[in-house]
């Protein structure tokens, strides 16, 4: 296997102030650059749409979601996938224009389209005279 070949991770609980009871998972994110954007995916397995925030407030974005926890009616005999909160965060920088940011959720897979600010074009500058 090369380097460029999917390589699963261990979910990463991380620590903080929990304002509710349940781990806290850093989700892991791949994050691609074209000339016009940046992509971000992010792993949430578990988390329906209804359950995700994506919010951007000074420069900074981020990512929470929730997995509903099992049902109160079932008892469990053997449990190897954790479930809880998903939490994480970016600096975004002056090249995105905020804006125009989009976002969508596949299979588990929160895809955030970033685009870049168009540069200013060269341009002839018209003087008026009197």
């Known amino acids: 296997m090369n380097d460029k070949e999917f390589q699963p991770v261990d979910k990463v609980e991380v620590e903080g102030e929990p304002t509710q009871e349940g781990p806290v998972f ?61 939490y994480r965060r970016f600096s975004l920088s002056e090249v995105i224009d905020q804006d125009k940011i989009e976002a969508s959720m596949d299979n588990g897979v929160l895809t955030l389209v970033l685009p870049k600010i168009e540069p200013a074009q060269p341009r002839k500058i018209e003087v008026s005279g009197g």
């Not at 691609?32 to 994506?54: C, F, I, N, Q, R």
Request: hydrophobic share 40%; charged share 30%; glycine share 6%.
């Open 26 to 86: 850093t989700p892991p994110v791949d994050i691609y650059e074209a000339p016009d954007k940046l992509v971000l995916l992010a792993d949430l397995p578990g988390v329906e749409p209804a359950e995700l925030d994506v919010d951007l407030k000074d420069g900074i974005l981020t990512i929470s979601g929730q997995v509903p926890a099992e049902s109160e009616t079932e008892q469990v005999l053997l449990e190897e996938y954790r479930v809880g909160r998903f």
